[in-house]
């Protein structure tokens, strides 16, 4: 059963723009949600999170967007710039049940951002 | 160290040989994670060591897998009689203190190739 579900798989967006991505959940105790980039070669680094007491973070030109009714979260990168192209992961944990140190990824969204 | 090492960067096996995989750790950090990402896939929980001890070790796929920490230190992570379904990138994991809102800090990874 995949609990964190995302897309698209691949993006391809012109600088400058707006990219998108979307993940769903299905578990209502998960309480936190990360969302880590990944360029070839390398491990993912956590980019930014959100708790679900908000419905919207922002770090420079990336926010999170959080619906907790509908068990929904993206990611929105303003002003995509070529650098942006990597492969991005959510990822969601839970505090409750005792393992609050494991995180379900989505599957990825690799992200181009032509020049 | 700076960041969270992990060796070999590659390594090819053939079917039903053991691997070896290392993983050290940023230094102070008491919590490890162990994650596999096969191809097209998101990141697939292992195992959690908490010191050296690992409370939840649910994600090994099968006995032949294992996994050991020492001295709150290096892990090693040993796959025995691989199989092709083992090809995947191992990537490892460490934080401060473990827990939902622990930012994690991956190492690039173990390229694993059966043949």
């Known amino acids: 059963q995949q609990q964190v579900k995302q897309s698209p798989q691949s993006l391809i967006v012109q600088k400058g723009g707006i990219s998108i991505i979307n993940c769903a959940y299905e578990n209502t105790a998960f309480d936190y949600f990360p969302w880590y980039q990944q360029f070839p070669g390398k491990g993912p680094a956590l980019l930014i999170a959100i708790r679900p007491d908000v419905s919207e973070k922002k770090e420079g030109r990336f926010t999170i967007s959080f619906n907790k009714s509908a068990k929904q979260f993206s990611l929105h990168i303003m002003d995509s710039q070529p650098g942006d192209s990597a492969t991005y992961f959510c990822a969601a944990s839970s505090r409750s049940g005792g393992s609050n140190y494991k995180l379900t990824f989505g599957k990825g969204t690799l992200l181009t951002v032509n020049p | 160290g700076a960041g969270v090492s992990q060796s070999p960067s590659n390594k090819v096996t053939e079917k039903g040989k053991d691997v070896e995989l290392r993983c050290d750790p940023i230094s102070g950090h008491t919590a490890l994670y162990w994650y596999r990402q096969r191809l097209g896939q998101g990141l697939e929980f292992l195992i959690y060591f908490q010191g050296n001890s690992a409370p939840d070790k649910s994600g090994l796929p099968s006995d032949r897998f294992s996994a050991e920490r020492t001295g709150e230190s290096v892990s090693t992570l040993t796959i025995q009689r691989t199989q092709q379904e083992d090809s995947a990138v191992y990537l490892c994991?460490?934080?401060?203190?473990?827990?939902?809102?622990?930012?994690?800090?991956f190492g690039s990874g173990t390229q694993l190739s059966v043949l």
């Open positions: 994991a460490s934080s401060r203190k473990g827990g939902t809102n622990e930012k994690l800090f």
